[in-house]
């Protein structure tokens, strides 16, 4: 599998954390996914959608413990290169598929399904991208089926300034919603709200990553830190704007039904 080189000066935020070792890009973590799985209640046999899959983790967690069929959306021919690798290796062939595609043009992918899980992907776009985005989530639903999301969350009051210094030091579009927004987004499409909640931003907090993702991560995150400068930089940056913002900012999760 050959890698396309980073430029961690100019990189999205995602791509330097995947590079210095992450495997949980999304603001609650593993924790926050934990609470979606939970309220989702996947049975054998059920199908999911997932868009941005990254490098597969959680569609091949999904395959082993609820014996679910995944198929996995994501851009970047990177990530679906090593996700399609972690799927061989977990064995998971004949029930995870990794797709390269585009989230805005879900109409390409032919099936509807029991539930779609997003997390960490419609905080990146604009108004009129979420508006599409989850549009499509809505038609790739089943009636009767779920919309699973873990999104960015901000207190209003604060969210223009926010807005702005995400976006400056993550370089993309961070575009967080206040929770009351993020529902609204979904009742948009018509989709009806079953539970959400809320939680701090975990994702660079290194006690949340040893407990979530293992103390060999860490210490991965932490030697290229020092052996990398600019990576180092670009994930301190990071981190002093989420501590900075600490009371403003964490994660949402959302469970939502479309119409049976
Ligand atoms: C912040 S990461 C989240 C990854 C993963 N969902 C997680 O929670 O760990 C965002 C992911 O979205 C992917 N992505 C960005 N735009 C996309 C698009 N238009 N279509 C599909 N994937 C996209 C990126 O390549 C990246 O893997």
């Known amino acids: ?16 954390l995947a590079a210095a070792g992450k ?11 934990e609470q979606l799985f ?7 046999g059920d199908t ?23 198929v996995g959306v994501e851009k970047n021919p990177d990530s679906v290169a090593r996700a399609q690798a972690n799927v061989a290796a977990a064995g ?8 390269e595609g585009d989230i805005f043009h879900l109409e390409q992918i032919p099936d509807q399904f029991d539930y779609v899980l997003a997390e960490a992907i419609l905080t990146m776009q604009s108004a009129t991208g979420k508006a599409k985005i989850l549009a499509g989530i809505g038609d790739r639903l089943k009636p009767g089926g779920h919309f699973l999301s873990h999104e960015l969350r ?20 961070a575009n967080p919603l206040s929770p009351q927004e993020w529902m609204a987004a979904c009742q948009a499409v018509g989709l009806t709200i079953e539970s959400h909640d809320v939680g701090p931003m975990t994702l660079l907090n290194p006690q949340i990553i040893a407990k979530e993702e293992g103390l060999p991560t860490l210490i991965k995150m932490g030697w290229n830190m020092l052996t990398r400068p600019v990576l180092r930089q ?6 002093d704007t989420f501590l900075r913002h600490g009371d403003d900012l964490g994660y949402v999760v959302i469970c939502a039904q479309k119409e049976g």
């Open 1 to 16: 599998m050959t890698q396309t080189q980073i430029n961690f000066k100019t990189a999205p935020g995602h791509q330097v």
């Open 23 to 33: 495997k949980a890009l999304r603001p609650g973590g593993f924790t926050a996914t």
């Open 38 to 44: 939970t309220w989702a209640n996947f049975q054998p």
């Open 48 to 70: 999911v959608l997932e868009l941005a899959a990254s490098f597969g983790y959680s569609a091949i967690a999904l395959a082993q413990r609820y014996g679910v069929q995944v």
């Open 92 to 99: 998971l062939d004949g029930q995870v598929k990794i797709i």
């Open 154 to 173: 901000v207190n209003r009051s604060n969210a223009d300034t926010i807005h702005r210094e995400l976006s400056s030091t993550i370089r993309v579009n």
């Open 234 to 239: 670009r994930v301190l940056a990071m981190r």
